[in-house]
């Protein structure tokens, strides 16, 4: 079993920073997928970014070129670094884990395990 805690979500102005961290218990990171999802009320749970066993990155494009993601296998944890943020950025964020080994993710479907979620409000 996999825990995974995010954290670092908080309340910024439009333009602002934010870097949400997650920080993996139980097993290690290493060898899978990892990806960060967010969810607005009443919408499906979305893709934001994803990093690879072998760090190759993949984002939503509304989001590329502004946020970031990254691992640190040694520590057990990912980051997503959000510059530019916008109020359509204004969700809850998840950390995810991917269900096998070598395998990228992306959807939802994809994910095994998941965070708690961290808040993100971005204000106008």
């Known amino acids: 079993q996999v825990q995974l805690v995010e954290s670092g979500g908080g309340l910024v102005q439009a333009g602002g920073s934010l870097r949400l961290s997650c920080a993996a218990s139980?097993?290690?990171?290493?060898?899978?997928?990892m990806g960060w999802f967010r969810q607005v009320p009443g919408e499906d749970r979305e893709f934001i970014a994803g990093?690879?066993?072998?760090?190759?990155?993949s984002y939503k494009d509304s989001v590329k070129g502004r946020f970031t993601i990254s691992r640190d296998n040694a520590k057990n944890m990912v980051f997503l670094q959000m510059n530019s943020l916008r109020p359509e950025d204004t969700a809850v964020y998840y950390c995810a884990r991917g269900r096998a080994l070598y395998m990228a993710v992306s959807r939802t479907s994809d994910i095994a395990f998941w965070g708690q979620g961290t808040q993100v409000t971005v204000s106008s």
């Open positions: 990093i690879t066993w072998i760090e190759n990155t």
């Open positions: 139980g097993r290690t990171l290493s060898g899978y997928g």
